[in-house]
T-cell receptor, first 115, second 113 residues
Framework: EPEVTQTPSHQVTQMGQEVILRCVPISNHLYFYWYRQILGQKVEFLVS????????KSEIFDDQFSVERPDGSNFTLKIRSTKLEDSAMYFCASTGGPRNTGELFFGEGSRLTVL | AQSVAQPEDQVNVAEGNPLTVKCTYS??????LFWYVQYPNRGLQFLLKYITGDNLVKGSYGFEAEFNKSQTSFHLKKPSALVSDSALYFC???????????FGTGTRLTIIP
C-alpha cells in the first residue's frame, strides 16, 4: 500500500540552526501539508501546498518557515533559525483530493528536538 | 473560524463493551468531519469521514460515527471494544472552502481486558 515517508525520524539541533525535514508524499497525490504535534497532544496545521505554491498557512508558519517541492517527488519543510519552542513532532500529509473532502494520509513523523 | 472539542481526555472501556468517543464542532458553514487514530510513536491513521448524505458513516476496524447537525456532534462509536483499539483518537473538521483541517485535542482510549 502506498505511504507517505518522512526523514529523518529524529533530529537533534542547537537553537539557531537551520533544519530541513523531508517528505515523499504518495506519488499520485496533488495536495501536501505539514502539521506538528507537541508532546503527543494537539495536532496543529502549519501549511498546505498545491500546484507548487502555498495555498494556506497558519499563524505558526512565520518567516522562519518555508516549504518547497524541489524535484516533483520530495516535499520539504525548512526552519531557518530554530527556537526551543519548535521542538515537536512534524507530520507530512498528502491527499489525492478532492481538496476539501479528501482524507489526509500522514507519514510517521519527524521528531525535532531543539537544545 | 472552525474548531473541534473533545471533552474527554481519557476514556476507559471494558473489552467487549460498546465505546463512544465524543466530538463536537463549530464551523461557519457545512462541515466536513473526520476521525483519525494514533498509535504510540506513529502517524495519524484515517478512520472515517462525513461529507454528505447518510448521517451514520462506517469506517475502518468496525468503527462508525454519527453526524448530528442539531447538536453539532460527530461521536465515534464501536459496538464491541477490543484491547487493540487502545490508542489516541482525534476528531477533525474542515469548513467548506478551507484547506486547513482543524484537530481536537485528542481522547486517549484504553480498553481494559
Amino acid at each position: 500500500e502506498p505511504e507517505v515517508t518522512q526523514t529523518p525520524s529524529h533530529q537533534v539541533t542547537q537553537m539557531g540552526q537551520e533544519v530541513i525535514l523531508r517528505c515523499v508524499p504518495i506519488s499520485n497525490h496533488l495536495y501536501f501539508y505539514w502539521y506538528r504535534q507537541i508532546l503527543g497532544q494537539k495536532v496543529e496545521f502549519l501549511v498546505s501546498f498545491y500546484n507548487n505554491e502555498i495555498s494556506e498557512k497558519s499563524e505558526i508558519f512565520d518567516d522562519q518557515f518555508s516549504v518547497e517541492r524541489p524535484d516533483g517527488s520530495n516535499f520539504t519543510l525548512k526552519i531557518r533559525s530554530t527556537k526551543l519552542e519548535d521542538s515537536a513532532m512534524y507530520f507530512c500529509a498528502s491527499t489525492g483530493g478532492p481538496r476539501n473532502t479528501g482524507e489526509l494520509f500522514f507519514g510517521e513523523g519527524s521528531r525535532l528536538t531543539v537544545l | 473560524a472552525q474548531s473541534v472539542a473533545q471533552p474527554e481526555d481519557q476514556v476507559n472501556v471494558a473489552e467487549g463493551n460498546p465505546l463512544t468517543v465524543k466530538c463536537t464542532y463549530s464551523v461557519s458553514g457545512n462541515p466536513y468531519l473526520f476521525w483519525y487514530v494514533q498509535y504510540p510513536n506513529r502517524g495519524l491513521q484515517f478512520l472515517l469521514k462525513y461529507i454528505t448524505g447518510d448521517n451514520l458513516v462506517k469506517g475502518s476496524y468496525g468503527f462508525e460515527a454519527e453526524f448530528n447537525k442539531s447538536q453539532t456532534s460527530f461521536h465515534l462509536k464501536k459496538p464491541s471494544a477490543l484491547v487493540s483499539d487502545s490508542a489516541l483518537y482525534f476528531c477533525a473538521v474542515r469548513d467548506r472552502g478551507n484547506e486547513k483541517l482543524t484537530f481536537g485535542t485528542g481522547t486517549r482510549l484504553t480498553i481494559i481486558p
